[in-house]
């Protein structure tokens, strides 16, 4: 099956912690993204990888730490998470050129913070 | 950089109505022009497209029509229904960005 991965559908932890989500496409693109949507299905983009590098680094707090380990997968940290990154996180992926610049939403992971 | 208003952002009709979500964009640069469903609990899929050298694309009961002169991208439903009920968000896009921009999201609910 081709397609956008993410892991964990839900996460729920205390203000302070550490958590990590992962992302994973199997369509051979080679660009991805993570996206913050909010309560009110706001979408901001928050980081673009192409290739495995870092193209678009939008101002979020220092504690988002984007990581890629090769063109097909985009993981986000957050350490120390605050009450206002309670949202769902929508890891997108991408061709860049050839008229191709669709993106591809994986589920999402939805984050709640006590 | 590309500044987006879509409209209206709630729209409620009823089954077999019409319903129109239009998305005003500034970027004359804009060539490729892309629409989204995001159903409850789930990310975003794709709808339609439509280039800037077309104007016009139609299909699964919706049309996509592009005013380049007015930078105005319009998505018509002509016969309603509930599975039609989601958030739509337009996006357009000048190639080679890696900063996508989308609208607000329409929230489209259908009643039987």
């Known amino acids: 099956e081709t397609a956008v991965f993410q892991t964990p559908n839900y996460h729920v932890t205390q203000v302070g912690n550490e958590v990590s989500f992962n992302c994973k496409q199997t369509?051979?693109?080679?660009?991805m993204y993570w996206y913050k949507q909010d309560s009110k299905k706001l979408l901001k983009i928050m980081f673009s990888y192409n290739n495995k590098q870092l193209i678009v680094n939008e101002t979020v707090p220092r504690r988002f730490s984007p990581q890629s380990s090769d063109k097909a997968h985009l993981n986000l940290r957050i350490k120390s998470v605050e009450p206002e990154d309670s949202a769902v996180y929508l890891c997108a992926s991408s061709f860049t050129g050839a008229s191709s610049y669709e993106q591809y939403f994986g589920p999402g992971t939805r984050l709640t913070v006590l | 950089g590309e500044q987006v208003e879509q409209r209206p952002p709630h729209l409620s009709v009823r089954e077999g109505d019409s319903a129109v979500i239009i998305c005003t964009y500034t970027?004359?640069?804009?060539?490729?022009f892309f629409w989204y469903k995001q159903e409850p609990g789930a990310g975003l899929q794709l709808l339609m497209k439509?280039?800037?050298?077309?104007e016009i694309n139609e299909g699964q009961g919706f049309t996509v029509l592009l005013n380049k002169k007015d930078k105005q991208l319009s998505l018509n439903l002509t016969a309603a229904h509930p599975g039609d009920s989601a958030v739509y968000f337009c996006?357009?896009?000048?190639?080679?960005?890696?900063?996508?921009?989308f609208g607000k999201g329409t929230s489209l609910v259908v009643h039987p």
């Open positions: 439509v280039f800037s050298s077309t």
């Open positions: 369509l051979g693109h080679d660009t």
């Open positions: 970027d004359p640069n804009s060539y490729y």
């Open positions: 996006a357009p896009h000048s190639g080679g960005n890696y900063k996508p921009t």
